[in-house]
């Protein structure tokens, strides 16, 4: 067993000094003597055949040495880390100290270790209470006129546009005389009546005939995402391709039908229901999220090293992409608009990423500190769940699933929402 010396360092990182003596290294060291005869037959042996002398005398006991070594320091590694039950995250960096045939063969690594909670709070300090969820009959007959809205028709009229009908414009959109970028088009379809546009644009489109070109100038709201053009008045020249009545569908039985139900009353029902497992699911998640918020707060971390940090940074810009490409832009261009650099970026997520990291910890601690185990029949039924889920002949993704590693993944992510259901239990109120 090699000889080493562990010395914690800050930022969540161990030192561990080690000297293996050379008898321990022998068959490490003949084995690399053997992939050398191998790789270089020596005359009158057959590859990998020849003796450790005779590879020592042909190329050097240096260059057996060298070509053991990651096999030395690898094995001396794993013995200690295991030895003494040292969680490290990453892989370490390596300073060979002595490195002579026939002498102790010194080095020194240095690796992250998973960061540890020094003091779990108190689970009242996590104490909230959930909304109540009500929903009245103004939202669901709000939630009615959106369907009507889905099967509206577009009637053309020859007549001037009103607040509640559509326009279908040409339209192009001029800061200081220059055309924004994606700023020019054809075909669009206003909604007169829905909120969603430039504020002003629907009233400068009210009274607006077919075939009439206008010209008008709007400032971009403050919280548009393109920064850079955030206030800045806009100029918008239309020409207007025709007028179109929304001819709604009358909420009534036969409207239902089409819903695959029986009557208004019905459908009414049905949509209350969901309007409340829809507000129910938000009230419990914000709950939740305010649960561990304050747990976080209330309890005190060791520092996070920095491997675990730019692991989850990384994963904060996927997530930001994501959603940014989702919304039909690309990255570049976001970054434009909000005068930032990716790098810039990655530094404005180092503290939501160790609040992140540090829930994580916090979860973990919860579900070893309340034996919340998983038993094997649990993760069988969950993997035979996700199974059910991809389709037979999609091989590679069912083979990743039954793997060891995958199964590991499902332990730890079951054994999290036991933490998180056993927390909800103790903390959330309704």
């Avoid at 009439?212 to 393109?226: A, G, R, T």
Wanted: with cysteine; proline share 4%.
């Amino acid at each position: 067993m090699p000889t080493s010396k562990t010395t914690l360092l800050p930022k969540a990182q161990v030192q561990i000094s080690f000297e293996v003596e050379w008898s321990e290294a022998l068959p490490y060291l003949e084995e690399a003597a053997k992939e050398i005869s191998k790789a270089k037959p020596l005359p009158g042996f057959r590859p990998g055949h020849a003796t450790y002398e005779d590879v020592k005398r042909t190329h050097g006991e240096m260059a057996i040495l060298e070509t053991a070594i990651e096999r030395i320091v690898r094995g001396a590694y794993v013995k200690t880390v295991l030895a003494e039950k040292l969680n490290t995250v990453g892989s370490p960096s390596i300073t060979m100290d002595t490195l002579t045939p026939g002498q102790t063969i010194k080095f020194t690594t240095i690796v992250s270790i998973v960061p540890t909670i020094q003091k779990l709070a108190d689970y009242s300090a996590g104490k909230v209470t959930k909304n109540k969820t009500e929903i009245n009959d103004a939202q669901v007959e709000e939630a009615v006129d959106q369907m009507r809205k889905m099967r509206a028709e577009d009637l053309k009229v020859d007549r001037a546009a009103t607040l509640e009908d559509m326009v279908m414009i040409d339209m192009e959109m001029l800061h200081n005389n220059v055309t924004l970028e994606g700023g020019k088009g054809s075909d669009y379809k206003v909604y007169l009546s829905e909120p969603h546009y430039i504020p002003g644009m629907a009233e400068q489109l009210v009274g607006v005939k077919e075939g009439e070109e206008k010209s008008f100038v709007l400032p971009f709201p403050d919280n548009h995402y393109q920064q850079h053009l955030a206030g800045k008045d806009i100029t918008f020249k239309t020409t207007t391709k025709g007028v179109f009545e929304r001819k709604m569908p009358t909420a009534n039985d036969e409207f239902a039908k089409a819903y695959g139900l029986e009557s208004i009353t019905e459908l009414r029902s049905k949509l209350k229901e969901n309007l409340v497992n829809e507000t129910e699911s938000r009230a419990a998640e914000a709950a939740e999220i305010q649960m561990l918020e304050k747990l976080v707060d209330a309890s005190t971390f060791g520092e996070v090293p920095d491997v675990l940090i730019n692991e989850e940074v990384n994963r904060m810009m996927k997530e930001l992409e994501h959603g940014i490409e989702e919304q039909g832009m690309t990255m570049e261009n976001y970054l434009a608009s909000i005068k930032k650099s990716k790098d810039d970026l990655k530094l404005d997520f180092i503290q939501q990423a160790i609040r992140r990291i540090n829930t994580a910890i916090l979860i973990k601690e919860v579900s070893v500190k309340e034996n919340l185990d998983v038993t094997e029949e649990e993760i069988d039924k969950e993997i035979d769940t996700i199974l059910d889920q991809i389709p037979a002949d999609d091989a590679a993704s069912r083979e990743r699933v039954i793997s060891p590693e995958y199964r590991e993944y499902v332990s730890i992510q079951m054994r999290n929402r036991k933490a998180i259901e056993f927390l909800k239990e103790k903390c959330i109120e309704a």
